[in-house]
T-cell receptor
Framework: GAVVSQHPSWVICKSGTSVKIECRSL??????MFWYRQFPKQSLMLMAT?????????EQGVEKDKFLINHASLTLSTLTVTSAHPEDSSFYIC????????????FGDGTRLSIL | GQQLNQSPQSMFIQEGEDVSMNCTSS?????WLWYKQEPGEGPVLLIA?????ELTSNGRLTAQFGITRKDSFLNISASIPSDVGIYFC?????????FGDGTTLTVKP
């Protein structure tokens, strides 16, 4: 069964709305979670690394005030797209890794975000 | 930064044929991973490789961790229509994972 749950799977909302996406590790503790963005027919683009109890580390070019990440517990990280605009429309995917860093990441099913 | 070269970019094959794809890097990785992504879903882990030279199978899938730790390949034998999707390699090292650009596989019945 799924080890990482991502919610919601699809969001359609008006421009200017803030959208929160949740990522939960279901049967393991994840000190590190990752947030990716994927455009059609392209690879995964790492946006940020979310560490439990500390500030997220953002990749170059990713606006931290635009994409707010909170990792308040060992099983939950959230990504909030603030004041979303049509150019923020994309497929957002989270992943989580178990406590030992050599364990592979497990991915959520992704969230398709459409901003009208 | 670390980069992976994944090839081929896409493949169109007939059902029953074998498939081979690979990833190479100028950097050394501690772990090589292969994922499959279907439309509208997140990637699903297929095979994880942890040691140089390791050869691992998962059903019709076989993957190897290159001796130099800079490359890996994935083979799919006797392909079937449900093998369609995008296959990603990922190298893990220095605390982060780097993904290839993916190989899109189309299988014609």
């Amino acid at each position: 069964g799924a080890v990482v749950s991502q919610h919601p799977s699809w969001v359609i909302c008006k421009s200017g709305t803030s959208v929160k996406i949740e990522c939960r590790s279901l049967d393991f503790q994840a000190t590190t979670m990752f947030w990716y963005r994927q455009f059609p027919k392209q690879s995964l683009m790492l946006m940020a690394t979310s560490n439990e109890g500390s500030k997220a580390t953002y990749e170059q070019g990713v606006e931290k005030d635009k994409f707010l990440i909170n990792h308040a517990s060992l099983t939950l990280s959230t990504l909030t797209v603030t004041s979303a605009h049509p150019e923020d429309s994309s497929f957002y995917i989270c992943s989580a890794r178990q406590l030992y860093s050599n364990q592979p990441q497990h991915f959520g099913d992704g969230t398709r975000l459409s901003i009208l | 930064g670390q980069q992976l070269n994944q090839s081929p970019q896409s493949m169109f094959i007939q059902e029953g044929e074998d498939v081979s794809m690979n990833c190479t890097s100028s950097s050394i990785f501690n772990t090589w991973l292969w994922y499959k992504q279907e439309p509208g879903e997140g990637p699903v882990l297929l095979i994880a490789l942890y040691k140089a030279g390791e050869l691992t199978s998962n059903g019709r899938l076989t993957a190897q961790f290159g001796i130099t730790r800079k490359d890996s390949f994935l083979n799919i034998s006797a392909s079937i229509p449900s093998d369609v999707g995008i296959y990603f390699c990922a190298g893990h090292g220095a605390g982060k994972s780097t993904f290839g650009d993916g190989t899109t596989l189309t299988v014609k019945p």
